[in-house]
């Protein structure tokens, strides 16, 4: 068996959460998120995956062919749709936040204004 | 917290939640193993209903309530992204300038529209029997579109995407993936059961209710994507600062 799939799970995971902690602009800092968000994707997928399955989709395959497993397929791309509008959201939120206070970086953005 | 000190906190938590990773990780099915058991039952079950793409399946008919869900949140993070960049008080609606653009681009650009356009709804009508369906091709359509504001320019795109119409079409997408669920139920059926003929397995029209649910998400991520997208472009090429109020928001930002 093999454990290098989940590991570059992990590894995306905690990269992104690196890039999170040390952000000094929002914008990367919505990137990084991303990045973390993508580690799901390599997770569900890598343990969908049957050694010699192709594709779950039987246009042009036998309805009897070794197929991986659709199910977290589909988590994924619901994982994929969510990611988008959450990220769509907070570049939303950011734009507002950069007219308000002319400021990116979260450091600078620790005292309350009114 | 300092940067430094910050960054020590966080290596030192990456290093235990890497370690309880790992332990996680030598737990789950081994990679490439033959144990699949919701896949086995989902596959079968994406069979009976003659739907050839099993991932479509499962998102339209087996898991087709939480893929309501999932367009709904879709629709709340439009609808989100509109109120939070509307115009507020102290900005103005710039009309946008005619740009310049190398005829080539442009060429490419009215040329590939179309394509776009038609690969983008071939995909939203295919999701039943190939790689694909409503979220793929909508996002496809959206894009394509955007083309023309590549190619021309913002007057361009603004003549083909009255958003008043697309706000409703993203509505309609919502509201007729709720109205197929409640066929169902009037068919004597559960909400979003898979109630239509389900036709020839690999053929246009196979896979029963997965089709109307594909082309009812594809409309309203289609729809909801331009909105969004608008409300982004807007920010950039329309909404700007009124020039007599620039004293204050300077007075508001300063440290």
Redesign the interface.
């Known amino acids: 068996m093999t454990l290098l799939p989940y590991l570059v799970a992990g590894w995306i995971f905690l990269i992104g959460l690196y890039g999170l902690v040390t952000s000094r602009n929002m914008i990367h800092a919505v990137g990084c998120l991303s990045v973390t968000q993508s580690s799901t994707y390599v997770l569900l997928l890598a343990i969908g995956y049957r050694d010699g399955g192709t594709a779950p989709v039987y246009a042009d395959a036998p309805t009897d062919a070794r197929v991986v497993d659709p199910v977290v397929q589909a988590l994924t791309l619901t994982d994929i749709v969510v990611g988008a509008t959450v990220t769509a959201l907070l570049l939303a939120l950011i734009i507002q936040l950069h007219k308000r206070h002319g400021t990116l970086d979260p450091d600078e953005l620790s005292e309350l204004k009114g | 917290m300092t ?1 430094q000190s ?2 020590w906190f ?1 290596l030192a938590a ?1 290093t235990v ?2 370690v309880l ?2 332990a996680a ?2 737990a ?7 144990f ?1 058991p ?2 086995d039952r ?2 079968r079950a ?2 009976a209903h003659r739907t ?4 479509a ?3 339209f008919d087996q ?1 087709a309530l ?2 309501l869900g ?1 367009e709904t ?2 629709f ?2 439009v609808l ?2 509109v109120v ?2 509307r115009q ?1 008080p102290g900005e103005r609606q710039e009309a946008p300038r005619p740009a310049q653009v190398p005829a080539a681009v442009r060429r490419l650009g009215v040329l590939l529209l179309p394509v776009a356009l038609l690969v983008g709804m071939y995909v939203v009508a295919h999701g039943q ?3 694909g369906g409503g ?1 793929q091709g909508g996002i496809v359509v959206a894009t394509a579109l955007h083309l023309l504001y590549v190619a021309v320019d913002y007057r361009a795109l603004e003549r083909i995407r009255p958003l008043a119409l697309y706000e409703v079409g993203d509505v309609a997408g919502e509201a007729a993936y709720i109205v197929t669920g409640i066929a169902a139920m009037l068919a004597g059926s559960a909400f979003l059961a898979n109630v239509l003929p389900w036709g020839t ?2 053929t246009l029209t196979s896979g029963g209710t997965v089709v109307v649910l594909n082309a009812a998400v594809g409309m309203e991520v289609a729809c909801g994507v331009v909105v ?1 997208l608008a ?2 472009l807007d ?1 950039a090429v329309r909404i700007e600062e009124s020039p007599g109020n620039s004293a204050a ?1 300077q007075g ?2 300063g ?1």
């Open positions: 940067r910050r960054l966080f990456a939640v890497a990773l790992v990780f030598l789950l099915p081994h990679f490439g193993g033959g699949h919701y896949g989902s596959v994406a069979l050839a793409n099993a991932v399946a499962v998102n898991r939480d893929t999932e949140i879709l709340a993070a989100g992204a939070l960049l507020i029997v190939t790689p979220f397995l690999g969004l409300m982004f920010q928001t508001r930002t440290k």
